[in-house]
């Protein structure tokens, strides 16, 4: 008996974490359908769940010659403010949602072959309780610029 | 000594905890610092953000590659692709996914330069190489139905390439095959860094197109940083191998006018992929 517990235990664990990512996963999938308007996915679809007061990031090589859309989402169930900034390689800040209204993307075209981080940060809104938690998902897109 | 009732509780407890930390690691691709030189940024980073969780790293599709090869005035050169029919060749998962990869990329190829029947044979290939490795099911009937009825539509084609690839890696990172998922994107990464560096050879020295292939060395330390998270697979350390003797010759290539090193990368490259493909 107990061994069947543990087997049970174990696989719902297992597809708890299979669910989590792939449930993340579709979030973006939906949400890049939705806000990626004419620009391409590039990638992969970069979401997993996150509590609030965590961070992530992400690491994109951008080429000149292409127009570039990055976009931050979170699920519903986390805090409406996400933040996050797009930073060259020297950490100089290149754009900051904070300053610009909490907007959800950002659209960007590169003079040069670069590095950029992407970083993001649930807000922490919900300290007593206990933590906010729902999928972030970083999504870039790219098309071809006008010359 | 037998373990109390307690005690076993908490012994299964933390195991399903670790257990399920591994899990999420892994299909989040969160770095473990594995990469050296990955270490040294991540502790930078810790310093500004002590609470990143999960570093992504996003390369270039391979449709976003062959748009810039476009975007730099790159002409189509069919002889430059991976034959389709070399399938035959591929009968390991290993040897199958870096092909699916190759395959993906002279794919994005053909169709950023509208080369119909091209697209088409290597659509098929694709899909042969994607029903052997387990991963047709990313690809919907709608999908299929779409393509043969749309490949005069450029764009559409386009979105659906690029929306087949995302859906085939995030089927295998859900499906615990990450290492295959990683293999097809290096495939991609060196077939689009082998035409560029070929097409550059051919044109002249076209500067944009230079220029261009000196940019993939950021592209190239993403992938090494994705693959050392699955470098316990020999496959994956041959390639992190293979990789990382580009980034040598990357090291001592600063500028365009640097020849000699240029036509050292490009050899490089070549001989890599060509042995890929054999």
């Known amino acids: ?147 | 000594m037998k373990l109390s009732n307690l005690s076993k509780k908490k012994v299964l407890l933390f195991f399903s905890s670790f257990l399920l930390t591994v899990l999420l690691n892994i299909s989040c691709n969160e770095d473990q610092n594995s990469n050296e030189d990955e270490t040294i940024d991540q502790t930078q980073l810790e310093r500004t953000h002590d609470k990143v969780r999960v570093i992504f790293y996003s390369l270039p599709s391979p449709i976003e590659v062959s748009m810039v090869l476009e975007s730099c005035g790159a002409e189509y050169v069919p002889s430059l692709l991976n034959p389709t029919n070399n399938i035959d060749r591929y009968n390991t998962s290993f040897s199958m996914a870096i092909n699916l990869g190759i395959y993906g990329a002279d794919l994005s190829y053909a169709s950023i330069n509208k080369q119909a029947q091209s697209t088409l044979n290597y659509m098929s290939a694709s899909l042969k190489l994607s029903e052997e490795l387990g991963i047709l099911e990313a690809i919907t009937d709608d999908q299929l139905k779409i393509i043969s009825d749309s490949i005069n539509n450029h764009d559409a084609i386009l979105h659906i390439i690029s929306e087949t690839f995302m859906k085939s890696n995030s089927y295998l990172e859900e499906n615990s095959r990450p290492e295959i998922a990683a293999a097809i994107i290096s495939g991609g990464w060196l077939e689009g860094l082998y035409i560029g560096s070929q097409l550059a050879i051919m044109s002249d020295r076209n500067t944009d197109l230079i220029n261009h292939i000196i940019g993939q060395k950021y592209a190239l330390e993403d992938l090494l940083g994705l693959l050392s998270i699955y470098n316990d697979d020999k496959n994956i350390k041959q390639i992190i191998k293979e990789i990382k003797s580009i980034q040598i010759i990357y090291e001592t290539l600063d500028n365009t006018n640097n020849k000699v090193q240029f036509t050292k990368l490009c050899e490089k490259v070549a001989s890599i992929r060509n042995k890929y493909i054999e």
């Not at chain 1, 590039?42 to 127009?67: Q, V």
């Not at chain 1, 409406?80 to 993307?105: G, Q, R, S």
């Not at chain 1, 993001?120 to 998902?137: F, H, M, Q, T, Y």
């Open chain 1, 1 to 147: 008996m107990t061994s069947k517990i543990k087997f049970l235990l174990i696989f719902l664990l297992f597809n708890f974490a299979i669910n989590s990512t792939a449930q993340c996963k579709s979030f973006a999938e939906v949400q890049a359908e939705k806000l990626l308007g004419n620009y391409i996915q590039s990638g992969r679809y970069n979401a997993l769940k996150l509590d609030e007061g965590d961070e992530m990031l992400m690491y994109k090589t951008l080429s000149p010659g292409l127009n570039y859309r990055f976009i931050v989402i979170g699920s519903s169930d986390l805090p409406a403010n996400i933040e996050f900034k797009v930073l060259d390689w020297n950490k100089n800040v290149l754009f900051d949602n904070k300053k610009n209204n909490y907007v959800n993307h950002w659209d960007f075209k590169s003079a040069q072959n670069q590095r950029v981080r992407i970083w993001v940060k649930v807000p922490l809104v919900n300290e007593s309780k206990r933590p906010l938690r729902g999928c972030i998902a970083i999504i870039t897109g790219f098309k071809r610029s006008s010359k």
